[in-house]
């Protein structure tokens, strides 16, 4: 009832709007009369929702720019004023503005989990592809250690980012059949203009943003701009969580019929990764509470006891690593975006060169905390007779000063992790458009796509430390001579493979936009992709770094043996999209789509499928299939605009991965299927006040796969939604703006079968802006401002749920922002 209640009144809701919007201009004419009318107004409020209406996209068009409400797909747009109004917290954060779409940012600045419209996913952003001016910045959407966003660093260097969910997306570019994010650089125009910025904020926050853009010479123009930023973070370390910055710019020449873009972005930043931290769980998981002593909203077990960690690689190997690195980025971007009119023939070249260290130094959790005195009776358990003629009877365990630790304390095992990432690829896509018969524009295009992931990998390396914020780490001893924890170290390396990648992918596409009348246009489109994978991956075999028995904690460490195991693997896969737009007005339309796409196996599928044969086995490891089809209404006017969209999905044949905490890798596949409602509705009662929601209801299931079959598809909420109300108040010729977001973030399961439950949250933002003049503007926002206690991931280590003391990632606590910036 309650479903069938929700739906009946989206619809109803659209049917009003619709005959509203059919009401209010039945004519052509009329509409032009109106819309001059508002564009008159003398209203900053008309003349953003002028813009709003003008909105041309370029993601997922075939050819040149469309209308956003004149588009048959569901898309997001936001310019700059929104993204800063947003106060996304990293890159990941801005999908917070686009529904269907969910994301755990509370990582920090990389290392997101994204999950989209009921897209079946359980870590990072498989269904996720980043793209800077049109082109895929890492042809691959997701690798273990490695998601789109993590590449992609927010400036003042961006003009608007476009968000396109399934559409055309799976015939175009990489083939995306989830959420495609594409970020548009600022581009020099004929008059000057440059800012810089000074922030500062919660955890220390230093931050300067600089631009500069403008003409060059005649038919030249060009930008220039980056950030510097150091900061503690909302979870002080100890230690700067974020240290680094970019720098962009851009060269435009305008040629006779069309322009070239030259791009290029340096990046060096340095970000610390949260992961669990101790938490009381009660009520089946319903009720999340402090764990005693431990800040969820601001601490993390990291210190600076642990920052600098070594790794036992093997007999006389040991390497150093620095907890401040983090999941950092270094990497450069170069890309030339072509446009030309030859002819008849419209001609677009879109390329891109990426080359970049996505290395991860990182804490993982284990098991759930425990007391001291529990794990000391669990080490003499285990190694009490671990020395002949030898039995321990006690346990003796001290800090690194050799303090006595209480057998009260609660402590945790935490692993510190290190791997090595270098990727790096080249894409390139040519189309070629042509009107061939009178309103039938036909485009023919490829993508071609080169790309490497180099891997090192040390796993595992488990360290015991208080269960406490900034926590201590502790050694155990026996009386039998057994050296249980060394250093805090208490677990060896349980996995590290040495890995080389190779990836090549060859797609053609044709599609046709057919303008049937003045009202109704269609698109259809077709696609022939071909993927190949090379991999090399170490063999593995276990040993004792130091050939002594009784130092435990390093017995049975994984190391490469020195040979390879050499896995390849070609797929080929066809896609296709079809959808249709119908003009109620000129600025009111409905649409439908439908299309089928697909994701080829990734690197990671082949290391752990392990074998030629397993590769090879298409029941083992197929290639996904995707399935969607929507319908919605779009409309944008003085009063109010309203995206609102149906979905249904359906996939075959996703492979899941989840990593546990001793190094064992759960593989499994199933499908899923799922609908749902978006919606994203403004609405402007009066003058200068703006009323927005945005959110989404989903049901999506998995199927397929007995052990899943009928579960809810994890990590993903039934409702999500915002409210953000906004209200401009002119002073003289200056402007104070308010504005504030509620949000709501529904029940959830943190793992395929539905044992870890993760409770609903709800968050409250406030900001404000104070421009003083058009040169100088003032901004504040504040986040989660009642300190909700919101989780966004369970224990991804562990395969059940439970009660009492648990791990897991809350969100960030209290934080505050405020800047300055000056026009010129």
């Known amino acids: 009832m309650k479903k069938a209640f929700l739906l009946s009144s989206i619809s109803l809701a659209v049917l009003t709007l619709a005959s509203q919007a059919r009401a209010a201009a039945p004519q052509e004419a009329s509409q032009d009369a109106a819309t001059s009318q508002q564009a008159a107004a003398p209203s900053a409020q008309a003349d953003a929702v002028q813009a709003e209406i003008q909105q041309v996209v370029v993601t997922g068009v075939a050819s040149g720019g469309l209308r956003k409400i004149d588009s048959a797909f569901s898309i997001t747009t936001a310019n700059e004023e929104q993204l800063r109004q947003a106060a996304p917290s990293s890159t990941a954060d801005i999908l917070k503005l686009v529904p269907g779409v969910y994301a755990e940012a509370t990582g920090g600045q990389s290392g997101a989990n994204i999950e989209v419209r009921g897209f079946p996913s359980g870590s990072d952003s498989p269904f996720v592809s980043v793209q800077l001016m049109g082109n895929p910045i890492y042809p691959v959407s997701t690798l273990s250690f490695f998601e789109g966003s993590s590449a992609f660093r927010l400036d003042d260097t961006i003009e608007r980012v476009e968000v396109l969910r399934g559409g055309p997306s799976t015939i175009f570019s990489n083939g995306q059949p989830g959420a495609t994010m594409n970020f548009i650089l600022k581009q020099g125009t004929d008059t000057p203009e440059g800012s810089i910025r000074f922030s500062t904020g919660t955890g220390e926050l230093r931050r300067v943003d600089v631009f500069y853009g403008g003409k060059i010479a005649d038919g030249w123009y060009g930008t220039i701009g980056g950030f510097y930023r150091n900061t503690n973070g909302v979870r002080d370390a100890g230690f700067p969580s974020d240290k680094g910055g970019q720098i962009t710019g851009t060269l435009t020449r305008k040629l006779d019929g069309g322009e070239v873009t030259f791009y290029a972005r340096q990046t060096n930043d340095k970000n610390a990764f949260y992961t669990g931290v101790p938490l009381i769980s009660s009520n089946e998981g319903r009720t999340i509470s402090e764990f005693p002593g431990f800040d969820p909203l601001t601490g993390t077990l990291m210190s600076g006891e642990m920052r600098r960690f070594t790794v036992e690689a093997g007999p006389g190997r040991t390497l150093n690593y620095d907890l401040g690195d983090g999941r950092g980025l270094k990497s450069t971007v170069f890309g030339i975006d072509f446009m030309q009119k030859i002819g008849d023939w419209n001609v677009s070249n879109k390329f891109n060169y990426f080359d970049g260290d996505l290395n991860t130094i990182a804490m993982f959790t284990g098991n759930n905390p425990l007391s001291m005195g529990a794990y000391k009776a669990g080490a003499l358990s285990s190694y009490r007779n671990a020395v002949a003629g030898r039995t321990a009877t006690t346990a003796n365990a001290t800090y690194l000063d050799g303090t006595p630790v209480a057998d009260d304390q609660q402590v945790v095992q935490a692993g510190l992790w290190a791997v090595e990432k270098q990727l790096q690829s080249a894409t390139d896509e040519i189309r070629v458009s042509r009107e061939w018969i009178k309103d039938n524009t036909v485009t023919i295009g490829g993508y071609f796509a080169n790309y490497s992931s180099d891997d090192v990998w040390f796993l595992g390396n488990s360290h015991l430390m208080t269960a406490v914020p900034n926590a201590r780490l502790i050694d155990v001893r026996l009386d039998n001579g057994v050296i ?81 195991t050499a896995l390849t693997r070609t797929d080929s896969a066809n896609s296709f999209t079809i959808g249709g737009n119908f003009k109620l007005s000129r600025d009111a339309s409905v649409f439908a789509r439908a299309n089928t796409g697909h994701t080829f196996v990734a690197f990671d599928d082949l290391r752990n499928a392990g074998t030629q044969a397993n590769v090879n086995d298409r029941n083992f490891l197929p290639t996904p299939k995707i399935k969607q089809m929507e319908v919605g209404f779009k409309t944008a006017t003085q009063l109010y605009s309203a995206y609102i969209n149906y979905f249904h999905t359906e996939f075959d044949g996703i492979s899941f991965q989840q990593l546990l905490a001793d190094g064992t890798v759960l593989y499994s596949t199933s499908g899923s299927k799922g609908n749902g409602v978006e919606v994203e509705l403004a609405l402007r009662p009066v003058r200068d006040l703006t009323l927005t929601l945005t959110g989404d209801w989903q049901d999506s299931e998995y199927k397929d796969n007995p052990v899943t079959a009928g579960k809810k598809v994890q990590r993903q909420p039934k409702l999500q939604y915002r409210f953000t109300p906004s209200y401009r108040i002119p002073v003289g010729d200056n402007e104070l703006k308010l504005y504030g977001t509620y949000t709501y973030i529904g029940e959830r399961w943190a793992d395929q079968a539905n044992q870890q439950y993760l409770p609903s949250y709800k968050t409250f933002d406030l900001g404000a802006v104070f421009r003083l003049g058009e040169k100088i503007e003032f901004r504040v926002n504040g986040t989660n401002l009642s300190n909700e206690l919101g989780l966004t991931e369970g224990n991804s280590r562990l395969t059940t749920g439970g009660t009492g003391p648990i791990n897991a990632r809350p969100l960030f606590g209290r934080t505050w922002e405020a800047s300055v910036m000056y026009r010129f």
């Open 484 to 564: 249980v924890s060394n250093q805090g170290k208490e677990g060896p390396v349980n996995y590290a493979p040495v890995a080389s990648y190779d990836g090549s992918n060859t797609a053609v596409f044709i599609a046709n936009e057919w303008k049937v009348n003045d009202r109704i246009r269609v698109d259809g489109g077709i696609r022939r992709e071909r993927q190949k994978l090379d991999a090399t991956v170490s063999n593995l075999a276990t040993g004792d770094t130091d050939n002594n028995p009784l130092t435990v904690y390093n017995n049975g460490t994984s190391m490469p043996t020195g040979s390879n």
